[in-house]
C-alpha cells in the first residue's frame, strides 16, 4: 500500500533521532543520547562523528552550505550561510564539516540589539549548538542549507538572543520541580520538560494589493483605510468553508512543515475576513519555539509561491480583529507524568494542587512581567478590545477548580465538580460526555484541562519570551516551596498547609467571568490586580529589583541582561512608531491628499461647468460635496503637518523610556489625528481617484 502523504514527507529534511541511530556508530550513537540526558558537554571526538555524520545527510539532500540558525532580539531569526569547501593542495575540493564548526559559529555581534551590553567596536559574538532542537534542511530556489539551531552570546558570556534564557529557564524549573517530586517519592524523576503548542493566526491578502500599500509593505499594517461594508458582524467566516485557493495554501503549508517535522495539526478560517489559524502538537518549549519561528518563515514564503501575503501583524486592519498567539503550556516529567493534569478526582491530587497554587502565586506575584512578555507595539491595538484578553492579568481556572480552591480555603476539601453528560434531545445522536468545566475566552490565562493557555501573546512575538517568564517565575516559587517542605518534620500536613496559604494569599488573580466588561476593570482595581494599558508601561517592571532578584536567583538573566532588554524594548517600541508615523507623512502627502485635491478640482469644475451652462441647475449636491471634501482636506492638512512637527520633535528626545514614552503620548495620537479625516474622506471620494486599495479589496478579493 502507497504511503500517505504525511508518511511520506513528515521529518524528510530533519537530522532526527531516526536519521542519528542510521547514520551514526551504535556506540557514538549510545554515547550521544547519553550526553543528550546527563547534559554534560559533548566530547570533540563524539562532535566529530556527529558533524561528520551531519554533512553526509546533508549532501546527500543536495545541501552545499550550512548555517548557524539563531534567535536575536530582533524578534526574527539570523543565519550566516558557509559552504563545506575547505582549503585542498589539489584541484578537486574537499568537502568537510568538523566538530567544532558544528558547536561554534562566529557571527557578528555588534549589527544585533544588544542594549548596551556590545559596543559597535566590539564585533565578536558566539553561536552555541542547540543539540536538544535537531538540525533541518531548508530547500528554496537558492538550494538546499543544513540549518543548525543554536543560542546567541556575546564574546563576554551575556546572552544576546530568545533561546539562550529560554534554555536556563528550562533547566531552572526542571531542577526545582525534580525537587519537589522527590518529596513526593518520584525518586525515579531526573528531568521535567516544559511542554508548548503556540496557535498561530495570520490574514492572507493579494500580492498586487499589497505592493500597492506602502504602509504594508513598511510596517505590517494598514496605517489607513475606512471600513468595508462588511467585516465579521454575520460571524460567518468563522470555522466556514475553507476557499479553494487557501486549502492550496494550506496543503502547501502543511507539506512544508511537515518534511521539518513540525506537527501542523489544525487549521480553520479565523474570526476576521481573510483570517486564518494553525496549530500543532505540543513540543518541547525550545523545539517549540524553533518551529513557531520556521512557521512564521514559511508561512509568509509559501503565500508568496501562491501570489498572496501572510500578514502576522497583530492588527493589520482596523475595525476587525488581529491576530494572535495562543500559547499552551504544561510541564511534563520524563517518566511521562503531566504535573498540571488534575487527574479524576482533583480535590485529593495533592502533587497536582501544589504545582497549581504554584502557578497561581507565580502568575499574581509577577502580573506586570507576564503582561510585558506578551507585548510588542502591534499587540497594543489588540489587548483590552472584544477580541483580545485583557491587559489585566487574572487566570480563569472554571467552576471545578474553583469550587476546590474555595473549599480548600475554607479548610475543608471533600468533594470535585465531577463531568456530566450532554443529552442533545436528538436520539439519532450519541450522548456526549460534557467537560467538568466550561472555557473563557477572555481570559488572558486560562487553564484548559491538563495545561494552562496564554491567550495574550501577539501574532508576530516569538514564544521565546513569554515562555522563559512562565519557566523563571515558576521555577521561583518551586524552589521556595522545595526549601520548606524539605525542612518539614511531617510533610502531609506541611504540602497541605502550604497549599491552603498559597491560594488563599493570592485567590484575588483568579477569576471565571467576562473579562471584556467594564465590571472586571472595577473589580480588577479593588482587587489590586495591575492594568497595563501599553508596552511602555510595562517595560519598567523588567528591571525592578523583584524581576532582578528572580531572574538572578534563577540563572536565567543578570541584572545586566535585563537592562539591556528593557532598552531594546524602549528602542523596539520608538522605532517602530517612527517608521510608521513616516510612512503616514509620506502616503498622505504624496497620495493621499493629491488625489483628494483631484477629487475636489473636479468637483469645483463640475460646479463651475453646470452653473456656467445653465444657472438655474441645481448643483447643491456637489457644492455640498465640495464644501464636505474641502473642510476633511483641511483639517488632514494640518494634521499632517501636526505629524511632521512631533515626529521631528520625538528625535530630538533622549532615546530610551523618554522617547517612547514621547512616541507613546504624543506621536501616537498625532497618527490617529491624520487618519480620521482621510478615512472619512475615502467613504465620500469617488474610488478611481483613490489611489490606493481599500478594505474591500484587500479582505474579500483573496
Not at 549532501?59 to 530582533?74: D, K, N, R, S, V
Not at 549548538?129 to 540549518?147: K, N, Q, Y
Not at 502533587?351 to 507565580?362: C, D, G, P, T
Not at 434531545?425 to 460526555?433: A, D, M, N, S, Y
Request: charged share 25%.
Amino acid at each position: 500500500m502507497e504511503k500517505n502523504v504525511i508518511e511520506q514527507v513528515f521529518g524528510i529534511n530533519v537530522f532526527n533521532d531516526e536519521v542519528m541511530q542510521t547514520k551514526l556508530p551504535k556506540d557514538v550513537y549510545k554515547s550521544w543520547k547519553k550526553t543528550l540526558e546527563s547534559g554534560e558537554d559533548l566530547d570533540s571526538d563524539i562532535a566529530n562523528v556527529v558533524a561528520h555524520a551531519m554533512k553526509e545527510w546533508a549532501l546527500e539532500h543536495g545541501a552545499t552550505h550550512y548555517t548557524h540558525w539563531f534567535h536575536p532580539m530582533t524578534g526574527i531569526t539570523a543565519e550566516k550561510h558557509d559552504s563545506f569547501l575547505s582549503p585542498a593542495t589539489e584541484s578537486k575540493p574537499v568537502l568537510e564539516f568538523k566538530g567544532k564548526e558544528l558547536i561554534k559559529g562566529e557571527p557578528d555581534a555588534s549589527s544585533f540589539p544588544s542594549g548596551g551590553l556590545r559596543a559597535t567596536f566590539e564585533a565578536r559574538g558566539y553561536t552555541a549548538w542547540d543539540c536538544t532542537s535537531p538540525a533541518f534542511l531548508r530547500e528554496d530556489s537558492g538550494g538546499v542549507t543544513l540549518c543548525i539551531p543554536t543560542a546567541f552570546c556575546s564574546y563576554t558570556g551575556e546572552a544576546l538572543d530568545k533561546k539562550t534564557p529560554l534554555l536556563r529557564s528550562m533547566e531552572a524549573i526542571s531542577k526545582q520541580a525534580v525537587r519537589i517530586m522527590k518529596l513526593f517519592g518520584y525518586d525515579d524523576v531526573k528531568k521535567v520538560s516544559c511542554s508548548v503548542g503556540p496557535e498561530q493566526e495570520y490574514f492572507l491578502i493579494n500580492h498586487e494589493k499589497y505592493l500597492q500599500r506602502k504602509d504594508l509593505i513598511f510596517t505590517g499594517r494598514t496605517l489607513f483605510g475606512a471600513p468595508a461594508p462588511k467585516g465579521q458582524e454575520l460571524d460567518d467566516h468563522y470555522f466556514g468553508i475553507i476557499k479553494e485557493r487557501i486549502a492550496v495554501f494550506m496543503k502547501d503549508l502543511n507539506q512544508e512543515l511537515w518534511k521539518v517535522g513540525i506537527l501542523a495539526k489544525t487549521q480553520h478560517n479565523e474570526v476576521a475576513p481573510a483570517q486564518h489559524e494553525m496549530a500543532p502538537i505540543y513540543s518541547t518549549a525550545n523545539i517549540a519555539t524553533d518551529h513557531n519561528q520556521l512557521v512564521m518563515e514559511i508561512m509568509k514564503k509559501v503565500a508568496k509561491r501562491h501570489n498572496m501575503e501572510c500578514l502576522l501583524h497583530e492588527k493589520p486592519f482596523e475595525g476587525v480583529n488581529g491576530s494572535g498567539k495562543h500559547n499552551n503550556w504544561s510541564i511534563v516529567t520524563d517518566t511521562g507524568i503531566n504535573l498540571l493534569d488534575p487527574g479524576k478526582k482533583p480535590h485529593e491530587n495533592t502533587k497536582f494542587l501544589l504545582f497549581l497554587s504554584a502557578v497561581i502565586k507565580a502568575v499574581d506575584e509577577n502580573a506586570e512581567l507576564l503582561r510585558l512578555s506578551a507585548s510588542n507595539p502591534g499587540n497594543d491595538h489588540r489587548l483590552g478590545a472584544n477580541e483580545a484578553p485583557p491587559a489585566i492579568i487574572s487566570i480563569f481556572l472554571g467552576e471545578q477548580l474553583e469550587d476546590i480552591i474555595e473549599q480548600i480555603v475554607k479548610g475543608d476539601v471533600s468533594s470535585s465538580i465531577q463531568s456530566s453528560q450532554l443529552d442533545t434531545g436528538v436520539h439519532v445522536l450519541p450522548v456526549l460526555k460534557k467537560d467538568a468545566t466550561d472555557r473563557n475566552r477572555t481570559s488572558p490565562f486560562a487553564f484548559t484541562g491538563n495545561k494552562f493557555e496564554f491567550r495574550m501573546l501577539g501574532s508576530s512575538l516569538s514564544i521565546a519570551g513569554p515562555n522563559f517568564t512562565l519557566n523563571t517565575i515558576v521555577a521561583d516559587v518551586l524552589q521556595d516551596f522545595a526549601d520548606e517542605l524539605e525542612k518539614a518534620d511531617d510533610f502531609d500536613s506541611a504540602v497541605n498547609d502550604l497549599i491552603k496559604r498559597t491560594v488563599t494569599e493570592h485567590q484575588k488573580v483568579i477569576f471565571n467571568g467576562d473579562g471584556y466588561s467594564d465590571d472586571w476593570i472595577t473589580e480588577a482595581e479593588k482587587r489590586g490586580l495591575p492594568n497595563i494599558k501599553s508596552m511602555v508601561e510595562a517595560i519598567p517592571y523588567l528591571v525592578s529589583d523583584q524581576t532582578v532578584q528572580v531572574f538572578e536567583r534563577q540563572n536565567v538573566l543578570t541584572k545586566a541582561e535585563l537592562e539591556s532588554r528593557a532598552e531594546i524594548n524602549y528602542e523596539t517600541y520608538s522605532k517602530t512608531i517612527n517608521i510608521e508615523a513616516k510612512t503616514m507623512i509620506d502616503m498622505a502627502g504624496k497620495q493621499y491628499i493629491p488625489a483628494i485635491i483631484q477629487y475636489v478640482t473636479s468637483l469645483a469644475d463640475s460646479v463651475n461647468s453646470i452653473t456656467a451652462a445653465c444657472s438655474s441647475v441645481d448643483v447643491s449636491v456637489q457644492t455640498e460635496l465640495l464644501t464636505k471634501c474641502s473642510s476633511l482636506l483641511a483639517t488632514a492638512q494640518k494634521a499632517l503637518t501636526q505629524l511632521e512637527k512631533v515626529t521631528a520633535e520625538a528625535a530630538a528626545k533622549e532615546e530610551g523610556q523618554e522617547q517612547a514614552v514621547y512616541f507613546k503620548d504624543v506621536v501616537f495620537p498625532a497618527m490617529d489625528a491624520l487618519r480620521s479625516p482621510i478615512d472619512e474622506l475615502e467613504m465620500i471620494v469617488d474610488q478611481d481617484y483613490w489611489p490606493v486599495p481599500s478594505y474591500s479589496d484587500l479582505l474579500f478579493e483573496v
